[in-house]
């Protein structure tokens, strides 16, 4: 089992800048890679990156890629999304997930994550 609690959103300009994180509880977080998903009012939930258990392997949407940088520290538990150069379509409440099995297709999906967090909004105003 593992439990996840996302932080950092919040709100800010075009231009500006967060850093979410997502700790997570459980023996097995190392083993798990781990995905940022976001989900705008009236969309569906949308890849946003990913990262391989080791860390190393990172794959992002067209949309957030040169902007948004993910990243893991197995020895913290905790999964990050540095996000820069922010706009107004980014804002979405953001979601981290864990996923046991993985591959640079699969982690892409929804489906393939076994854990979610709660959730964290962010909002980029114009």
């Known amino acids: 089992q593992v439990q996840l609690v996302e932080s950092g959103g919040g709100l800010v300009q075009a231009g500006g800048s967060l850093r979410l994180s997502c700790a997570a509880s459980?023996?097995?977080?190392?083993?798990?890679?781990m995905g940022w998903f976001r989900q705008a009012p009236g969309k569906e939930r949308e890849f946003v990156a990913t990262?391989?258990?080791?860390?190393?392997?990172?794959f992002y949407a067209d949309s957030v890629r040169g902007r948004f940088a993910i990243s893991r520290d197995n020895a913290k538990n905790t999964v990050s999304l540095q996000m820069n150069s922010l706009k107004p379509e980014d804002t979405a409440v953001y979601y981290c997930a864990a996923a046991a099995t993985w591959s640079a297709l699969s982690g892409r999906t929804k489906n393939a994550y076994n854990y979610w967090g709660q959730g964290t909004q962010v909002t980029v105003s114009s």
């Open positions: 990262i391989s258990s080791n860390g190393g392997a990172t």
């Open positions: 459980g023996r097995t977080f190392s083993t798990n890679a």
